[in-house]
């Protein structure tokens, strides 16, 4: 939904040093009357995000990546720009035999850029030099490039926001009976004149409306993340307010930790929970720590809500608030629950911290370590409500399924689940599907007899889904033992419809015979509208499995990755360095944010970056460059 323009000047945000930004500024500001073909076109540099067009990062090659052009990179996204123009700086000092060095440049800032959610594939890219004097012999043919490519912009329409509106108090200005007028800088979404609030007052949280809105001293309809801006609000006096109290879309609530809304949320210093009906990423609320000291430095953690359903037996020593299942099958009847999983927030992004296992005295610290705060059985039908109601407060009405793969208990299944939807910045509910495996090695042969034996009730759970709780897209992503069940639930699934029922499907390092993989992907690709195989040759774990086997498993890299029509295989070799090799899907952040364009866009391979298309016996495959 469009709403509004800039106008016919081009606005430009540049990222990058303040004296790469004056000399930027000075070339842009000539070329508008020097350069420039059209008289009439005009460029200008902005250092409010909020109303630039695009984001220029200039980058010189004489120097690192500074963390001002990173936080310049992130408030021009947090801004809602989507639009960027890279131009690498003093190519003209790099020795013709050091030219190479370009390329590890380019790659760098394209991931970057991907990591902040840029097209970054399509990002154009230009190599150059800006000339800190203006002179006309002086001007690099690169320069003039940049410039027509700036001209041709179109001026940024700014969009209805899915996110819901936030921003904090910064200061009152005036307030009768009950009517107030506050200002601040909008943190995210987008608010319009009659909509409704709720605000954190000094005791609870009230309800308003939005009477008006004022924009750079001129009444606006409508307000966007990073505008700064007063509201005039009906229904609450500002004697109920405090600076610093946070403003939001209805949904947000505070609550003293029950868990009947398990939402993103956050501790506050007395203890209660701000709760998030939200599911983006920014509201992965931070948990500060029980130390006052600990919470006013930011060391804290995020609560991600994880549902799940498994044919596991139930332990017998888990609590009511704890609940855990263990590797035994149970009586074939799904169990259906929810659980809380905590990310510190200074781990880095794919990793899922624990505790040594020589530290046999440090306790699960949730800032330290992925922990599960919470786990609780639901019923049915209380299960699918609750599902459905997550559902329907997400902006995309998405659901991501989970399948886990060999050696994993239920623990570390419902730990990976919840990691991998927060560092995929997934908005909607994470589901997991949780079998009966042994998570031990040496038990291989068990987890695979429980492969037959299970896969009944993951068709059980999809048709659940899909049946009572009504999500726009379903997204399953299986790893490992969990792509063998997967493939022979969907060739099940097939006896009962034959529409497309999922959106986006998943197989990474899928522990499956090659050959079997290959015969079965006729039969039930059209149930989704995409399949995407990841495959490395240095998976351990698949070599193993291969000498027990004897036969090629489909998740292997090169000669002996499935490659078949309907599959998108993506040979993920280069990007696999962690121990085992087996779970690179979860651990490196190249393939991750690799699904996450899968996932969140739609995109296909070639529209994605990082991935060179190649052909075997006259099917396309994909190698993953790193």
Same mark, same amino acid.
């Given at each position: ?311 596991? *037996?139930? %332990?017998?020593? #888990?609590?009511? @608030? ?6 035994? /099958?149970?009586?074939?009847?799904? $169990? =259906? ?94 589901? *997991?599907? %949780?079998?009966? #495996?042994?998570? @031990? ?6 987890? /695979?007899?429980?492969?037959?034996? $299970? =896969? ?116 993920? $070799? ?53």
């Amino acid at each position: 939904m469009t709403s509004q323009t800039f106008g016919t000047v081009t606005k430009v945000f540049v990222a990058g040093s303040e004296d790469v930004r004056e000399a930027v500024g000075t070339i842009l500001l000539w070329s508008s009357s020097d350069l420039a073909d059209d008289p009439e076109a005009r460029i200008e540099v902005t250092e409010e995000p909020s109303k630039a067009d695009t984001v220029l990062l200039v980058h010189a090659v004489d120097r690192a990546l500074s963390e001002e052009l990173r936080r310049r990179l992130v408030w021009a996204r947090q801004a809602g720009v989507t639009s960027a123009i890279v131009f690498l700086d003093k190519c003209d000092e790099v020795p013709e035999e050091q030219k190479g060095l370009l390329d590890f440049f380019e790659w760098e800032i394209r991931e970057l850029l991907a990591s902040l959610r840029f097209p970054a594939k399509l990002v154009p890219f230009l190599r150059g030099f800006i000339p800190r004097k203006i002179e006309k012999q002086l001007i690099d043919r690169s320069v003039i490039e940049l410039i027509s490519i700036l001209e041709a912009q179109p001026s940024r329409l700014r969009e209805e926001s899915l996110d819901p509106f936030e921003m904090s108090i910064d200061s009152f200005l005036k307030s009768t009976g009950r009517r107030a007028q506050i200002a601040g800088r909008v943190k995210q979404g987008t608010l319009s004149v009659g909509k409704r609030l709720e605000i954190a007052g000094a005791d609870s949280v009230e309800a308003v409306v939005v009477a008006g809105i004022n924009l750079e001293g001129s009444p606006s309809e409508r307000v966007y993340p990073g505008d700064v801006v007063s509201l005039d609000l009906k229904g609450i006096s500002q004697t109920d307010l405090t600076e610093g109290s946070l403003v939001w879309t209805p949904g947000y609530r505070l609550l003293g930790g029950s868990a009947k809304d398990l939402e993103r949320g956050r501790l506050t210093k007395s203890g209660q929970v701000i709760i998030s009906g939200a599911r983006q990423k920014r509201n992965f609320q931070k948990v500060a720590t029980s130390e006052p000291s600990a919470f006013e430095a930011g060391h804290g953690y995020f609560i991600v809500p994880v549902f799940y359903a498994t044919d596991r *037996l139930r %332990s017998k020593g #888990s609590s009511s @608030s704890k609940v855990t299942f263990g590797p035994r /099958r149970g009586s074939g009847e799904l $169990s =259906y629950g929810i659980a809380q999983v905590s990310i510190p927030e200074s781990r880095i992004k794919g990793d899922l911290p624990r505790p040594k296992r020589w530290q046999f005295w440090v306790s699960e610290d949730p800032a330290k370590h992925v922990t599960i705060l919470m786990s609780k059985v639901l019923e049915e039908t209380v299960f699918t409500l609750t599902l459905g109601n997550a559902v329907n407060e997400s902006p995309t009405s998405d659901i991501l399924v989970f399948i886990h793969g060999f050696n994993v208990t239920f623990d570390e299944a419902v730990r990976r689940a919840g990691q991998v939807a927060f560092d995929l910045d997934f908005n909607g509910p994470t589901l *997991l599907f %949780s079998w009966p #495996s042994e998570g @031990s090695i040496p038990f291989y042969p068990v987890d /695979r007899n429980n492969i037959d034996w $299970s =896969y009944p009730h993951l068709c059980n759970f999809i048709q659940l889904i899909l049946a009572a709780v009504g999500s726009k897209s379903v997204h399953v992503v299986s790893h490992s033992m969990g792509g063998d069940l997967l493939s022979r639930c969907l060739r099940e699934l097939v006896q009962v419809t034959t529409t497309m029922i999922l959106k986006q499907v998943v197989f990474a390092a899928p522990d499956i015979d090659r050959d079997i993989f290959v015969a079965l992907v006729p039969k039930f690709r059209f149930l989704a509208e995409r399949l995407t195989l990841y495959g490395s040759e240095n998976d351990l774990a698949l070599k193993a499995s291969r000498f027990l086997q004897r036969y090629p498993r489909a998740g292997g890299g090169g000669e002996e990755m499935a490659v078949v029509e309907g599959v998108d295989s993506i040979d993920s $070799s280069a990007a696999d360095t962690s121990f085992l090799a087996h779970s690179y899907y979860g651990d490196r952040r190249s393939v991750l944010e690799d699904i996450f364009w899968l996932l969140t866009k739609g995109f296909g391979p070639d529209d994605r970056y990082g991935l060179d298309a190649r052909e075997r016996h006259g099917l396309r495959y994909w190698v993953y460059q790193p």
